[in-house]
């Protein structure tokens, strides 16, 4: 008789583990269900803010072109070299002048009359970057350019190509 009872008595406390476990089960489906909703629709938030906010509204965009970086530039000139009838190797306020050549080439020249007017006039070769840069080809032998639209700033380091050229850096600002 008490084998009996035990059967019935582990019987019953088995049914009720297996209906635990079968309850636990679905309430974690649930809640996976529930997590991945909200994780479904926080995406779906962020994406909506990402989209709304976007910069398009009166940014400069180069638009697969160069003719972005077209313009004259206010900055800091350094001189890697000496110039002549001028004993200075920092220059504030220079200006510098892009000009495009063609669809591929962009032409840097300072300011003519000024003291540092003797630096070398370089051509890069430069491509559209992203949707609002410009920057020099890797490889190019003229150095580097680099116009960024965000700030319309412009940074150019030469490479001398002759004797007689005359390297600079320059970081400035389009006027």
């Not at 009996?4 to 019987?11: A, Q, R, T």
């Not at 009166?58 to 009838?85: C, S």
């Not at 030469?158 to 850096?169: G, K, L, P, R």
Request: charge should be neutral; hydrophobic fraction near 40%.
């Amino acid at each position: 008789m008490k084998s009996w009872l035990v059967m019935i008595v582990g019987n019953i406390e088995l049914k009720q583990l297996c209906l635990r476990v079968k309850l636990k089960n679905i309430f974690m489906k649930k809640m996976n269900f529930k997590k991945s909703s909200i994780v479904v629709v926080m995406l779906l938030v962020v994406n909506g803010f990402m989209v709304s906010c976007s910069k398009d509204s009166g940014e400069e965009k180069n638009q697969g072109t160069i003719d972005i970086a077209v313009g004259t530039y206010k900055g800091t000139l350094n001189v890697y070299g000496d110039l002549p009838n001028s004993e200075q190797y920092k220059f504030y306020d220079a200006v510098l002048i892009v000009t495009k050549v063609d669809k591929d080439h962009l032409k840097v020249t300072a300011k003519s009359g000024e003291d540092y007017s003797a630096v070398t006039e370089k051509v890069f070769k430069v491509e559209p970057f992203v949707e609002t840069d410009v920057h020099s080809v890797i490889g190019n032998l003229s150095g580097s350019l680099w116009y960024t639209a965000d700030a319309k700033s412009i940074y150019v380091q030469t490479e001398a190509q002759s004797a007689t050229d005359i390297e600079y850096s320059f970081d400035g600002a389009k006027q």
